[in-house]
Antibody, heavy 119, light 107 residues
Framework: EVQLVQSGAEVKKPGESLKISCKGS????????IGWVRQMPGKGLEWMGI????????RYSPSFQGQVTISADKSISTAYLQWSSLKASDTAMYYC????????????WGQGTMVTVSS | AIRMTQSPSSLSASTGDRVTITCRAS??????LAWYQQKPGKAPKLLIY???TLQSGVPSRFSGSGSGTDFTLTISCLQSEDFATYYC?????????FGGGTKVEIK
């Protein structure tokens, strides 16, 4: 079964760092892009960026460039989303999703990781 | 970035109804449009891509149409499991962008 399994919910304080993960299984992890999507409480979906684990090519939305870092470790079929200094406004559900090469759509989604940033 | 505008933002309908959701792009995107369904507390699910191609396993009561700037998602006979929020997404140019969502509620 093709699936993406994300790490568990996190509660952090402003200024702390965080790295959440997304582990793929059931398919060739290095042959598809992995993307990250933010959903703030009660709001819609926002495309953050993607990474191609095969060569670590990474693309960011301008809205998230410099705010987060996307990485991957192909040896363990895992992608990551990290923050160096969290803000309260980073409180959201974060989904990883597999993006096909063509068409470039998200066909498999992780279950989501809730990140809460509060003092 | 291309802006995607969905309408309505919410609607009330009954089981068995025909429901149509529209999505408009701020510039032409050919047929590079996908539709996703999201139920409360769950991840989105891909329904349709290339504006009208049904993802494998998606019931045939779902259909999509349009090209250029105007698109529609139609549910021909609403079922209880279809009450959810629906999002369109363009993947014509980077960054891909989503519409604001349409919540389909029980009347």
């Amino acid at each position: 079964e093709v699936q993406l399994v994300q790490s568990g919910a996190e509660v952090k304080k402003p200024g702390e760092s965080l790295k959440i993960s997304c582990k793929g299984s059931g398919y060739s992890f290095t042959s598809y892009w992995i993307g990250w999507v933010r959903q703030m409480p009660g709001k819609g979906l926002e495309w953050m960026g993607i990474i191609y684990p095969g060569d670590s090519d990474t693309r960011y939305s301008p809205s998230f460039q410099g705010q987060v870092t996307i990485s991957a470790d192909k040896s363990i079929s895992t992608a990551y989303l990290q923050w160096s200094s969290l803000k309260a406004s980073d409180t959201a559900m974060y989904y990883c999703a597999r993006q096909r090469l063509d068409p470039e759509i998200f066909d498999i989604w992780g279950q989501g990781t809730m990140v809460t940033v509060s003092s | 970035a291309i802006r995607m505008t969905q309408s309505p933002s919410s609607l009330s309908a009954s089981t068995g109804d025909r429901v149509t959701i529209t999505c408009r792009a701020s510039q032409g995107i050919s047929s590079y449009l996908a539709w996703y369904q999201q139920k409360p507390g769950k991840a989105p699910k891909l329904l349709i891509y290339a504006a009208s191609t049904l993802q494998s396993g998606v019931p045939s009561r779902f259909s999509g149409s349009g090209s250029g700037t105007d698109f529609t998602l139609t549910i021909s006979c609403l079922q209880s499991e279809d009450f959810a929020t629906y999002y369109c997404q363009q993947y014509y140019s980077y960054p891909p962008t989503f519409g604001g969502g349409t919540k389909v509620e029980i009347k």
